[in-house]
């Protein structure tokens, strides 16, 4: 499935095109743990400034979101509760774990020490643009969710979640969180409080 190639290119400057053999990696590890551990290195720096930080990622699994995977304790991720946007979860969860037994690896080949490097732990799925009809989620987007959280285990999936409404598209395209839009279908999003009640499950699950 194409779907299998997903982070297929991991490579850097030293390795490019596909995942690297265990002889390549054993040649040029110091390379190989350099090129994603700039990242850390950059927040360590100013972490103690702050409760948390947070790294915005491309969807994708090269040298950058590679990087981000090694300065981070955890990872989240956001999905649509339908086929298209779900069903390469497990392969990507799969392809961060290979990340993470490379690194572990070039470690055991490296002549420095790097003892802080190691990759993220799946923190959890949001689930955005949730359809509802009425007050209750629609079946196919409920069904999805459940299929997700038993794929996953338990505890995968946030319990908050946004649903599909309007009203963040509008902010969306405004560039302004959705509390600070006064359109009427923003002001009921608004209402709603689904970020800050995301916000505050972040906090409860990674205190």
């Not at 990622?57 to 590679?66: D, E, G, K």
Request: aromatic fraction near 8%.
């Amino acid at each position: 499935m194409i779907f299998d190639l997903i982070g297929e290119d991991l490579g850097g400057a030293t390795f490019t095109g596909t995942m690297p053999s265990l002889d390549a990696l054993r040649k040029n590890s110091d390379a190989f743990l350099r090129e994603r551990n700039f990242l850390r290195q950059i927040i360590s720096e100013i972490e103690d400034k702050y409760d948390y930080v947070l790294i915005d990622c491309p969807p994708n699994l090269y040298l950058m979101t590679q990087n981000a995977l090694i300065a981070s304790q955890y990872y989240i991720i956001t999905a649509i509760p339908d086929h298209l946007s779900t069903i390469g979860l497990r392969i990507l969860n799969q392809k961060v774990e290979k990340i993470g037994n490379l690194i572990g690896s070039a470690k055991t080949f490296a002549s420095g020490t790097k003892s802080g490097m190691s990759i993220a732990k799946l923190g959890g799925i949001i689930f955005v643009k949730v359809r509802i009809g009425g007050s209750m989620l629609t079946t196919t987007h409920y069904e999805k969710m459940q299929q997700v959280q038993e794929m996953l285990g338990e505890k995968s999936c946030f319990d908050e979640h946004t649903t599909e409404l309007i009203g963040y598209s509008e902010a969306a395209e405004a560039s302004v969180p959705i509390w600070a839009h006064d359109s009427p279908n923003a002001k009921r999003a608004a209402r709603k409080n689904e970020y800050q009640n995301i916000a505050q499950e972040v906090l409860r699950r990674f205190k």
